[in-house]
Structures are given as C-alpha cells and as structure tokens.
C-alpha cells in the first residue's frame, strides 16, 4: 500500500469526514425528571446506550444549578442527579426555565428539545405535586413524554391489570403531555421472572413525534432502539453519494490503492458510521480492515467485480461511467451499512474485545460481492 493508501492518511481523513457529518448531525438534547429511584438511568441506558447515563457524571449547568448536563455524541441528558421533585420541583422549573431562554438563543444542537417524565408502576401513586411540574414542563414550550416505568407483563405480552389501571388514572388528570397518555415501559430484563424489555418502541416513537424539526438526525444517531430508522437514513446516504459518483462520471478509481478511497465514498462511510452511532475511533479502525479486504487484492478482485457490471469495459484502464460508478459506490455503502449494524449490536470483536479485523474484512468483502451481483442482475432485466 503506498503513501496515498495508508492507513495513517486513511485514519485522518476519515475522522475529517466523521466529524464534518457530526457537525452536520448534531445533538438531541433530552431532560428526564421523576423522582428518585423510578428508574431514569435505566430507562435512559437501555434507549440511548450505557454510557451516557452512568451515575455521577455530568457538571452543573451554573455553578448553583439544579441541572445536570452530561454530552455524548449526539446525546446529550439533562437531570437533576437524584433531586426530590416534590420537594424542589419549583427550584428545578426554575433553573430549567433560565436555561431554557439562554439555550434558545444558541445553535439548535444546545437547546433542550425533548423532557420524558418517569413515574414507577411499583408506587402506584402519582402526585399531585408531579402533575404541577409536568403543567410547568409544559409551560416552558417543552415537549412532555410521560413513562410508567418497570411494568410487568404476562407472559403473552399483556400488560399487569393494575398498570393498566394506574395509567388510566394519570390519563384522566388531562395533562400536557405527548399523545394525551403515559407510555408503559420495562427497560431492563428480569432473567428470574422473566420479565422482558418493553415497550421502548413506542417511547422512541413518540419522542421523534414531539421533537422539534431539524433534530431527526441526531435523534437517530443517538437512540439505539430503532435500527430500522437507522437503515432508512442510512440508505439515504448511500443514495446522495451514489448519485454524486455517477454524476462524477468518468473518474478513474484507483483500483490499486484502495477501492473506497475517493472523498465521496469515505464521505459516505463516515456518514453511515455516525448513524449508527458507532464511535469514530472504532469506526475508522474498523473501515480500514474492512477495505482491506479490496486494497490488498488490488486490480485484480476489483476487476473481477465490476467485470460482472455490464458496461464497463477494461480495468485497465480505470475509468467507469456514470452508471457504473454510482452502482459501485452504492454497493460499498451498503455492505459498510451491514459492518456498522453488527458493530451497533456489540459484535465483530474478538475474545479480548478487540476488534476482529479477520472477521470485519469477510463480512464486507461478502455483501460487497452480493450487492455487485444485483447490480448484474438488474441490469440484465433492464
């Protein structure tokens, strides 16, 4: 591999462009209120990922504040770190109220977007102290999703009598809240019930419903539930990119060098890898070990690829029309889209943790094999 192929020049480019798509994405910034022990972290961990609502982290707002903000990515969590609502619910509104106004003034990415309020099906009691603060939550201009957290189910799905009961008295108060109802969740297992997670859809549902405009994106990177909403933007890119490649027509690919290793294309690789919220560090280590798979074989692998793409004509000279180039481009996102969703899930490592670079290089080399095979396949209908 020469110097233009480098895993050094590829590894910078690569968080270039990472952190070109994260400034483009931006932040989803949530606030979780309820009172202690209803189990906020958890709820928050199993949507958005365990690292960002790890106990403890996070810095004041002000120096005095009430407010705890913690960034990660595309997430950002704002909570009050174990404070009583009913005892300091005003002192909250208060400092959110503040913090509001500042923020909203500031880029989209730093203002507040989304407020879930979490009660627990274990209390069986709602307050009226609480339903004054979500009124307040309201009041501000925040959107309101209100979670009935650790619901049990039956073990073919039905929810407990008693949690059907108690929503339908918090649904009667009539509060400001997101789709007039509380959303029943269970956000962590129970091996020895056998309790499942529940649930979690319909709250990444709702939240994307009442979030303001422009935030989609980084809602969709952040949250780990929704993986189809992940596919549906991710084929997106793919689509922009592969028609900027055929629109660059003619381009010569350096087939010798690296497959992938024109702006477009590692522009869209990035891209992907930020929707799925895939670390940069990791991706690009995981990028450079999958294109292996094509750089080190060169002319020869490339060229048997696209030989199968009628249209194309010689390697040799390593130029490629429009049509073929787009395909191309398309096939190399889809089969870095099918990486990044095993990477999402925790999986292409190795004993150690690791990554299992053997393993990232097959998994790429075999769709990016199947998605050219399409293309020949579609072209023939055509």
Same mark, same amino acid.
């Given at each position: 591999?020469?110097?233009?192929?480098?895993?050094?020049?590829?590894?910078?480019?690569?968080?270039?462009?990472? $952190?070109?798509?994260?400034?483009? +994405?931006?932040?989803?910034?949530?606030?979780?209120?309820? #009172?202690?022990?209803?189990?906020?972290?958890?709820?928050?961990?199993?949507? *958005?990922?365990?690292?960002?609502? &790890?106990?403890?982290?996070?810095?004041?707002?002000?120096?005095?504040?009430?407010?705890?903000?913690?960034?990660?990515?595309?997430?950002?969590?704002?909570?009050?770190?174990?404070?009583?609502?009913?005892?300091?619910?005003?002192?909250?509104?208060?400092?959110?109220?503040?913090?509001?106004?500042? &923020?909203?003034?500031?880029?989209?990415?730093?203002?507040?977007?989304?407020?879930?309020?979490?009660?627990? @099906?274990?209390?069986?009691?709602?307050?009226?102290?609480?339903?004054?603060?979500?009124?307040?939550?309201?009041?501000?201009?925040?959107?309101?999703?209100?979670?009935?957290?650790?619901?049990?189910?039956?073990?073919?799905?039905?929810?407990?009598? %008693?949690?059907?009961?108690?929503?339908?008295?918090?649904?009667?108060?009539?509060?400001?809240?997101?789709?007039?109802?509380?959303?029943?969740?269970?956000?962590?297992?129970?091996?020895?019930?056998?309790?499942?997670?529940?649930?979690?859809?319909?709250?990444? %549902?709702?939240? @994307? &419903?009442?979030?303001?405009?422009?935030?989609?994106?980084?809602?969709?990177?952040?949250?780990?539930?929704?993986? #189809?909403?992940?596919?549906?933007?991710?084929?997106?890119?793919?689509?922009?990119?592969?028609?900027? $490649?055929?629109?660059?027509?003619?381009?010569?690919?350096?087939?010798?060098?690296?497959?992938?290793?024109?702006?477009?294309?590692?522009?869209?690789? $990035?891209? +992907?890898?930020?929707?799925?919220?895939?670390?940069?560090?990791?991706?690009?280590?995981?990028?450079?070990?999958?294109?292996?798979?094509?750089?080190?074989?060169?002319?020869?692998?490339?060229?048997?690829?696209? #030989?199968?793409?009628?249209? *194309?004509?010689?390697?040799?000279?390593?130029? +490629?029309?429009?049509?073929?180039?787009?395909? @191309?481009?398309?096939?190399?996102?889809?089969?870095?889209?099918?990486?990044?969703?095993?990477?999402?899930?925790? #999986?292409?490592?190795?004993?150690?943790?690791?990554?299992?670079?053997?393993? +990232?290089?097959?998994? @790429?080399? %075999? /769709?990016?094999?199947?998605?050219?095979?399409?293309?020949?396949?579609?072209?023939? /209908?055509?």
């Amino acid at each position: 591999m020469n110097n233009f192929a480098s895993d050094g020049w590829f590894k910078d480019e690569f968080h270039k462009r990472y $952190a070109e798509s994260a400034k483009e +994405i931006g932040r989803f910034n949530l606030a979780v209120f309820g #009172k202690t022990g209803v189990g906020k972290s958890t709820l928050v961990n199993a949507v *958005f990922g365990a690292e960002v609502a &790890r106990t403890g982290i996070g810095e004041p707002v002000t120096k005095e504040s009430t407010l705890y903000l913690h960034t990660s990515g595309f997430f950002g969590l704002l909570d009050t770190q174990g404070l009583e609502i009913g005892v300091e619910g005003d002192r909250v509104i208060k400092d959110l109220a503040k913090l509001i106004q500042e &923020r909203r003034r500031k880029p989209q990415s730093e203002q507040v977007h989304v407020a879930w309020y979490a009660v627990r @099906f274990a209390d069986r009691r709602f307050e009226e102290t609480e339903a004054a603060f979500i009124r307040k939550l309201a009041d501000l201009g925040l959107p309101v999703v209100l979670v009935m957290t650790q619901v049990p189910t039956s073990p073919s799905g039905a929810y407990h009598p %008693d949690a059907v009961e108690f929503a339908q008295q918090i649904d009667a108060r009539g509060l400001p809240v997101h789709g007039a109802r509380v959303y029943l969740t269970n956000a962590k297992a129970d091996d020895f019930s056998g309790q499942p997670v529940h649930g979690l859809q319909d709250l990444v %549902d709702a939240t @994307f &419903r009442c979030a303001p405009a422009g935030v989609e994106d980084a809602l969709t990177a952040a949250q780990r539930v929704d993986l #189809k909403r992940k596919q549906e933007q991710a084929g997106t890119v793919i689509a922009g990119a592969a028609t900027a $490649a055929g629109a660059a027509g003619a381009t010569p690919i350096p087939f010798s060098d690296a497959v992938v290793l024109v702006p477009i294309q590692l522009g869209m690789m $990035a891209r +992907i890898s930020a929707i799925y919220g895939i670390e940069v560090d990791k991706a690009a280590m995981a990028s450079i070990a999958a294109t292996a798979a094509a750089t080190q074989a060169g002319r020869t692998v490339a060229g048997n690829l696209l #030989k199968m793409v009628p249209g *194309f004509g010689t390697v040799g000279g390593g130029a +490629i029309n429009a049509t073929v180039a787009a395909g @191309f481009t398309g096939a190399i996102g889809a089969a870095w889209s099918k990486v990044c969703v095993k990477l999402s899930e925790g #999986k292409l490592r190795g004993v150690n943790g690791a990554l299992d670079t053997e393993s +990232i290089r097959t998994l @790429f080399l %075999d /769709e990016l094999k199947t998605q050219i095979s399409r293309l020949k396949l579609n072209a023939k /209908e055509r």
